[in-house]
Nanobody, 127 residues
Framework: QVQLVESGGGLVQAGGSLRLSCTASGRTFSSRNMGWFRQAPGKEREFVAGIRWSGVGTYYADSVKGRFTISRDNAKNTLSLQMNTLKPEDTADYYC????????????????????WGQGTQVTVSS
């Protein structure tokens, strides 16, 4: 079991930056691939970024590549998402998620492969 709590959302102007954090409890965080997803009002949830359990190997949606950076600290059971050059279209609720299976070799972009989810943190980017 993994419990996840996000923080760091807020209101920012276009071009600004935010850093989201996800704190995990449970002994298997360090063995699970992790992902960030987002859901904008009236839209489906979408993959934003993912990272392998080891921290080696990061993956991004094309819409955020070059602007967002995902990282993790397995010693502290934390996952982060540094978001730079934010755009109004980045406005959404952001969720961290833990892979259903420990030790999976590849990072999935499908939400169905993630069994544990945080409650979400809201990010609003004004133009």
């Amino acid at each position: 079991q993994v419990q996840l709590v996000e923080s760091g959302g807020g209101l920012v102007q276009a071009g600004g930056s935010l850093r989201l954090s996800c704190t995990a409890s449970g002994r298997t965080f360090s063995s699970r691939n992790m992902g960030w997803f987002r859901q904008a009002p009236g839209k489906e949830r979408e993959f934003v970024a993912g990272i392998r359990w080891s921290g080696v190997g990061t993956y991004y949606a094309d819409s955020v590549k070059g602007r967002f950076t995902i990282s993790r600290d397995n010693a502290k059971n934390t996952l982060s998402l540094q978001m730079n050059t934010l755009k109004p279209e980045d406005t959404a609720d952001y969720y961290c998620a833990a892979d259903r299976y420990p030790g999976r070799s590849s990072v999935s972009r499908a939400g169905i492969d993630y069994a544990y989810w945080g409650q979400g943190t809201q990010v609003t980017v004004s133009s």
